[in-house]
């Protein structure tokens, strides 16, 4: 008999394990379960809405998907619809691909205030993600602080300052658009709490800040050491000469008539969120960098914003029934196994690090321990979970489905723009009918 796998998740983790359990040679059948209508996690929801290059992997997903051996099972939420329990009676291994969805609290007095938020949200804002369509912040400021150096604070600032033109061929959200380009948004600070030799940035990123049509970068060249000093790896060496490369580039940089400035800031690490019940600034200590960590100097700076988003990481959320590590925010797992048929890969597995295809030896691990734990199936699997699912009342999505939705979004697009996306969930199944 087959092994039946249920595999939560359809971002780049859940499909690169479904892709490497049929490349094993394991006789399975996958279940993947999706709590969204449509799949592809971080592809649809957090990457850029300018970066359609990156998303196009999603092609390759498509093609797992498809297999014989596939099954999708979209707007399937574990937890309201569905246990981990239930799963477990009936599959033979449950793979955990569900990410790290939560931002992690900045843990600084008045991070509490209107006009906070954590990049999970905002990002999931203008990539139109049901969860945070409603999220309406107000960008009626001439100044937004983002907090963190990596390529999400990156993203957000991007898509900040880019202008209409520059932004024809995303599919950010109509409402993020409007909201985006009609802001006074002048100034973006990015805050790095270590320097620009430890910052995270990767550099094809990096660069394109330089490249604007209506925004320069800005860096105080008096924040730029002349080598890269400390203990790196050669490779490591090497991206962060190139990185500080390309900041002094940007310190050379003359406005050239550009109406926005983004602003590479390092060595600030935010102390307090200022202002009544909404932002008004926010309070930073400069810092030096002593054995790879930042430590405060007792010098102090404010810089006055509208707007505070924290781009500095995720955790992911305890599941029902699985035991948490809360120190890492991660499923307690060894390698990936969490115990009793349960396997987790990704940002659940490790954190919220890597690009997209470093889901790919998480996928091969996971079925390597699939292959061994299981030399045959035992479980009922799909037809078991289809009965539930129907004596539970659930609307479940299929893959052919989500098909449907995808043609109707491409049709939807607005001229140039590759897609115009639903926003809810209820827009998704209503294009079913
Ligand atoms: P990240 O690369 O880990 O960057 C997080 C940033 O937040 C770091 O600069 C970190 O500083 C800072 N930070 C953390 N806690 C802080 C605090 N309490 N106060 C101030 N700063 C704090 O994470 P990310 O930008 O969220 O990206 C997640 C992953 O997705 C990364 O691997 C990234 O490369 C990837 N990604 C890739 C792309 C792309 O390839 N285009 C796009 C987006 C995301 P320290 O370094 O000092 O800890």
């Not at 330089?210 to 002349?226: I, T």
């Not at 932002?279 to 960098?289: D, W």
């Not at 079925?367 to 061994?372: E, G, K, T, V």
Request: aromatic share 8%; glycine share 10%; with cysteine.
């Amino acid at each position: 008999m087959s092994i039946s796998v249920a595999i939560l998740g359809s971002g780049p983790g859940g499909f690169y394990a479904a892709d490497a359990l049929l490349k094993s040679g394991v006789d399975c059948r996958i279940d993947i379960i999706e709590r969204l209508p449509t799949p592809f996690g971080l592809i649809r929801g957090g990457v850029a809405p300018d970066n359609q290059t990156t998303k196009r992997v999603a092609k390759s997903f498509e093609r797992t998907a498809l297999k014989d051996e596939v099954r999708y099972f979209g707007n399937v939420e574990v937890g309201r619809d569905v246990s981990i329990d239930e799963l477990r009676a009936l599959y033979d291994a449950v793979v955990l691909a569900v990410g790290a969805p939560l931002d992690r609290p900045l843990g600084i007095p008045g991070e509490d205030k209107a006009g906070v938020f954590g990049s999970a949200a905002f990002v999931g804002w203008y990539n139109a993600h049901p969860d945070f369509r409603d999220l309406n912040p107000d960008l009626n400021t001439r100044a937004v602080a983002v907090i963190g150096n990596g390529n999400v604070a990156i993203d957000i600032t991007r898509v900040l300052v880019k202008t209409r033109s520059e932004m024809m061929a995303a599919d950010l959200a109509d409402y993020a658009a409007e909201a985006i380009h009609d802001a006074p948004i002048a100034d973006v600070y990015m805050f790095g709490r270590r320097g620009p030799v430890e910052a995270k940035f990767t550099n094809v990123e990096l660069r394109e800040m330089g490249r604007l049509e209506d925004c320069v970068s800005v860096v105080d060249p008096a924040q730029l050491p002349d080598a890269v000093t400390g203990d790196w790896s050669d490779r490591d060496r090497r991206l962060r000469e190139k990185n500080l490369a390309t900041l002094r580039e940007f310190a050379a940089m003359t406005p050239d008539g550009k109406s926005k400035r983004a602003h590479f800031v390092f060595h600030a690490a935010p102390v307090e969120v200022l202002g009544g019940d909404k932002v008004e600034g926010l309070r930073l200590e400069r810092t030096r960098v002593e054995g790879g960590r930042a430590v405060g100097t007792g010098e102090f700076f404010e810089v006055k914003c509208g707007l505070v988003i924290a781009a500095i990481g995720y955790t992911s959320e305890p599941i029902d029934g699985i035991a948490f590590d809360d120190k890492r925010g991660i499923v307690a797992n060894s390698n990936g196994r969490v115990g009793d048929g349960v396997y987790a890969v990704g940002w659940v597995k490790r954190g919220p690090t890597g690009v997209i295809g470093t889901n790919k030896p998480d996928g091969q691990s996971v079925a390597a321990d699939i292959r061994a734990d299981f030399p045959q199936g035992k479980k009922p699997g799909r037809e078991a979970f289809e009965k539930l699912l129907k004596e539970k009342g659930v609307r479940w999505v299929t893959y052919s489905e989500w098909q449907t939705i995808d043609l109707r979004e491409i049709e939807n697009a607005p001229p140039g723009a590759p897609r115009r996306k639903f926003t809810t969930i209820e827009e998704m199944l209503a294009a079913l009918e």
